[in-house]
T-cell receptor, first 117, second 110 residues
Framework: DSGVTQTPKHLITATGQRVTLRCSPRSGDLSVYWYQQSLDQGLQFLIQYYNGEERAKGNILERFSAQQFPDLHSELNLSSLELGDSALYFCASSPGTSGSAYTDTQYFGPGTRLTVL | GDSVTQMEGPVTLSEEAFLTINCTYT??????LFWYVQYPGEGLQLLLKATKADDKGSNKGFEATYRKETTSFHLEKGSVQVSDSAVYFC?????????FGTGTSLTVIP
């Protein structure tokens, strides 16, 4: 158990809908990362937050957005869903303390499996 | 830019065979290097890490040495077991961002 929790575990929805995925980082971790894992594209980095602020952006679609709240949990919002958005979505967290960022280790949650029908 | 390149899979080995999964990286500065493992139906788990040149990370019989001269961090295990069947990811932390390789699927047959 990494200490990172994600809800829900599974989500089935229809095209055009909007969903919200939730992540609680390990206690004390300030950084949260979101990844999408699909069979054809591997593990894709979406976005990183550090202590409530966006820190880095990867291949995140405009239909997707995220935020990190004052209690450090994070939500990933996916809207106007398409069939191709079906994937595993992982959240990871790391301490993110300044001065040692390069030795930070990411700890992954169990993922949310999104199926768009 | 910074990146990680890892050996294409899938890899199939017999039990007790020697395993090598190659990983090379491109980065400026002094990154940290990681191997993560993903078992079927689960999230990625940290397998081992090395934070500076010549460091050797090891865990569960797996080893990898941070080679700055060859920009490599190859994963090795002397004798694989069926339970090692999983997908292995090499990763790089530059201090600004994490980069993951595409993953190498390993199947160990009895």
């Amino acid at each position: 158990d990494s200490g990172v929790t994600q809800t829900p575990k599974h989500l089935i929805t229809a095209t055009g809908q909007r969903v919200t995925l939730r992540c609680s980082p390990r206690s004390g971790d300030l950084s949260v990362y979101w990844y999408q894992q699909s069979l054809d594209q591997g593990l894709q980095f979406l976005i990183q937050y550090y202590n409530g602020e966006e820190r880095a952006k990867g291949n995140i679609l405009e239909r997707f957005s995220a935020q990190q709240f004052p209690d450090l949990h994070s939500e990933l919002n996916l809207s106007s869903l398409e069939l191709g958005d079906s994937a595993l979505y992982f959240c990871a967290s790391s301490p993110g303390t300044s001065g040692s960022a390069y030795t930070d280790t990411q700890y992954f949650g169990p993922g949310t499996r999104l199926t768009v029908l | 830019g910074d990146s990680v390149t890892q050996m294409e899979g899938p890899v199939t080995l017999s039990e007790e065979a020697f395993l090598t999964i190659n990983c090379t990286y491109t980065a400026t500065g002094y990154p940290s290097l990681f191997w993560y493992v993903q078992y079927p139906g689960e999230g990625l788990q940290l397998l081992l890490k090395a934070t500076k040149a010549d460091d050797k990370g090891s865990n569960k019989g797996f080893e990898a040495t941070y080679r700055k001269e060859t920009t490599s961090f190859h994963l090795e295990k002397g004798s694989v077991q069926v339970s090692d069947s999983a997908v292995y990811f090499c990763a790089l932390n530059t201090g600004n961002q994490f980069y993951f390789g595409t993953g190498t699927s390993l199947t160990v047959i009895p």
